[in-house]
C-alpha cells in the first residue's frame, strides 16, 4: 500500500538547523511530485513549494525563499526539507504530500519544537 | 495568487442536517479543487477531487459541486464521526492555496 512516512519529531534551540525526511513507497517515487505544507498549531494549511521527483527540480512559495530546502535521495525513494537558522515562526508541523493535482497521499507530519 | 474565500469558518450541525461548505475562488480553476478532513493530530485526508470526484473510501453522504467560480461541499446526513476541520485547495497555479478551515461540530 501506499504511504508517506515522515521522520520524528525535532527540537532544536533558535539558529540551528533541521532536516525532516519523507519515505514513499508502494509506488514509483519519481512518478508523482512531493510538495510540502506547513501548519502551525491551531492553523490552517499552507502550501510551500514542491519538488520534482524525476528532476530534482525545487519550487518555493515566496514565504519560504531561503531558509528551506527541498532535496532527494532518489535512491531512497526519500523528499527531504531542510530548514536552516531556525526561527519562533518555525516551529510547527509540516507535511509532506503526494501530488496528484490533489495531495491524495499525506506525511503524519513532523513537529519541530524551537526553544532556547 | 489565487484566493480561496472559504465559508463558513465554523458550524455546528445536527446528524439530520444536510451540511454545506464553500470555497470561492478569486478566478477560475477549471475545476483543479480538492477537499481535506483534518482530525485533530492527524493528518488531512482526501475528500473530493476535481471538484465533484469521491475518493477512495469516502462515504457517499460527501458530494462535491461547482456553480461559477464557487465550490461546494456537501455532507448529507452527517455522522458523529465527520467533526473537524475542513479544507479546500487550488491545484490550479502555483502557489497552491489553501482555503482557511471550516471546523464543523456535529450536535
Known amino acids: 500500500q501506499i504511504q508517506l512516512v515522515q521522520s520524528g519529531p525535532e527540537l532544536k534551540k533558535p539558529g540551528e538547523s533541521v532536516k525532516i525526511s519523507c519515505k514513499a513507497s508502494g509506488y514509483t517515487f519519481t512518478d508523482y511530485a512531493m510538495h510540502w505544507v506547513k501548519q502551525a498549531p491551531g492553523k490552517g494549511l499552507k502550501w510551500m513549494g514542491w519538488i520534482n521527483t524525476y528532476t530534482g527540480k525545487p519550487t518555493y512559495a515566496d514565504d519560504f525563499k531561503g531558509r528551506f530546502v527541498f532535496s532527494l535521495e532518489a535512491s531512497a525513494s526519500t523528499a527531504n526539507l531542510q530548514i536552516s537558522n531556525l526561527k519562533n515562526e518555525d516551529a510547527t508541523t509540516y507535511f509532506c504530500?503526494?501530488?496528484?493535482?490533489?495531495?491524495?497521499?499525506w506525511g503524519q507530519g513532523v513537529m519541530v519544537t524551537v526553544s532556547s | 495568487d489565487i484566493q480561496m474565500t472559504q465559508s463558513p469558518a465554523s458550524l455546528s450541525a445536527s446528524l439530520e442536517e444536510i451540511v454545506t461548505i464553500t470555497c470561492k475562488a478569486s478566478?477560475?480553476?477549471?475545476?483543479?479543487l480538492s477537499w481535506y478532513q483534518q482530525k485533530p493530530g492527524k493528518s488531512p485526508q482526501l475528500l473530493i477531487y476535481?471538484?465533484?470526484s469521491l475518493a477512495d473510501g469516502v462515504p457517499s453522504r460527501f458530494s462535491g459541486s461547482r456553480s461559477g467560480t464557487q465550490y461546494s461541499l456537501k455532507i448529507s446526513r452527517p455522522q458523529v464521526d465527520d467533526s473537524g476541520i475542513y479544507y479546500c485547495?487550488?491545484?490550479?497555479?502555483?502557489?497552491?492555496?489553501f482555503g482557511a478551515g471550516t471546523k464543523l461540530e456535529l450536535k
Open positions: 504530500a503526494r501530488n496528484n493535482y490533489y495531495f491524495d497521499y
Open positions: 476535481d471538484a465533484t
Open positions: 485547495l487550488q491545484s490550479y497555479s502555483i502557489p497552491y492555496t
Open positions: 478566478q477560475g480553476i477549471d475545476d483543479y
